[in-house]
C-alpha cells in the first residue's frame, strides 16, 4: 500500500527554512555523503511527488538558472497552488487546487507500487497531517540553529508522533523516522 512521507531537513530548532525563505543553509548538510546515500535510498522507492506552489516556483527557479538540475526525473510531480505557474518541459506535471483529501486518492495511484514523497513546504506537510493523509515523516536534523524562518508543518498543528527509526548521518547529523497518529 502507498505511504505519505515527508522526507526534510531541518534545524536542530525545527526550521526548514531561513527568516528570508531559504533552504540554502542546509546544503553543505546535504552533499554528506551518508546524507545523500540515506536519500538515494529513499527516492529510489518513491513513485509520485507532491509539492507546495511556493517550494515548485523556487525549484523552477533554480532548474531554469541552471544551478540545480530537475530531480524528480519522469516521476509524476502533483503541484498544490492557487496561482498560474510555469512548466518545465519533460517533467510531468499536475497542478491542482483544492484540499489534500480529495487528491490523496488519486496522487497514490499515480505512484504505481511507489510512495509519495510530500516534498513540502512547510503547509503543504502541515495541510497533510490535518487531512490524517501523512504516514510518516523523515527527518534529518543538523547541528544549526536558525532561530526563525519556516518551522517544520507551517502551521499549529498537533498530532501525536512514534518512533520508528534514528539513525546517524555523519557527524552530528541524524535522521529520525516517525510514524503520524
Known sequence: MTSFKYYVGASI???IA?????VQWFKPYATAPAVEEN???FFETIGAVVIGGKTYENIVRDVTEGSIPWVFGDKPVWVFTH???PTLPGADLTFIRGEVGFWSRDIAQSAGAG?????????????FVEAEAL????????PEVLGEGASLFGRGISTQLAALEIEQLGTDIFLARYAIG
Open 39 to 41: 536519500f538515494q535510498k
Open 18 to 22: 531561513d527568516r528570508n525563505g531559504s
Open 13 to 15: 530548532d525545527g526550521f
Open 115 to 127: 510512495d509519495v514523497w510530500v516534498v513540502g513546504g512547510a503547509d503543504l506537510a502541515g495541510a
Open 135 to 142: 504516514d510518516e515523516v523523515l527527518l534529518v536534523t543538523v
Open 83 to 85: 496561482h498560474e505557474l
